[in-house]
């Protein structure tokens, strides 16, 4: 029973560190395309066009400085950039758990603060577009940021089993 649920636990972590290092490595290398939709976001472009009632009262709230979005998308390629790390190497250690090569309690440890850092990006995200009003503008990015969050809970669950 114990190596097959460090093999589940060890797909869940894995199936994490897959997705993340695909949107980290776009990120990286092609930085435009989700960059210019946190730019948007935290300008409240849409909303000053689509809801102009709406923007004028939480229109203090917009941040228009180029350098500050810049640095904060820069920030979370980072977070996500750590999280990954966190994640492919909880996922190593579930591995190696496998064959008695790692301790169990070790390998889920690892594999928890990945996917803590995982619920952390998806979770900021959420707290941050909320401050910014994105479920009026931006909803296939909240709703996928809930389902990333979802995924991240799900999975600390997994992990939580045979501790």
Known sequence: ME??????????????????TLGVRDNILHPSINE?????????????????????QVSHRAISDRKVQ????????TIELVASVLLWVGAL???????AAV???TARTVA????????????GMLIVG????YWLCHEGAQNTH??????????????????
Do not use: H, K
């Open 130 to 133: 909320n401050y910014f009003c």
């Open 93 to 99: 250690f579930l591995f190696l758990a496998m064959f």
């Open 36 to 56: 210019t939709y946190t730019a948007e976001v935290m300008d409240m472009t849409r909303m000053r066009t689509e809801y102009p009632e709406v923007f004028a």
């Open 3 to 20: 190596t097959a649920l460090l093999f589940a636990q060890l797909i869940g972590t894995g199936a994490l560190a897959g997705w993340l």
């Open 146 to 163: 809930y389902q990333m969050a979802l995924w991240g809970i799900g999975t600390l669950i997994l992990l939580a089993q045979g501790n």
């Open 112 to 123: 928890i603060l990945g996917a803590s850092a995982f619920l952390a990006v998806w979770a």
């Open 70 to 77: 810049q640095t904060a998308f820069r920030a979370v390629i």
């Open 103 to 105: 301790a169990p309690d």
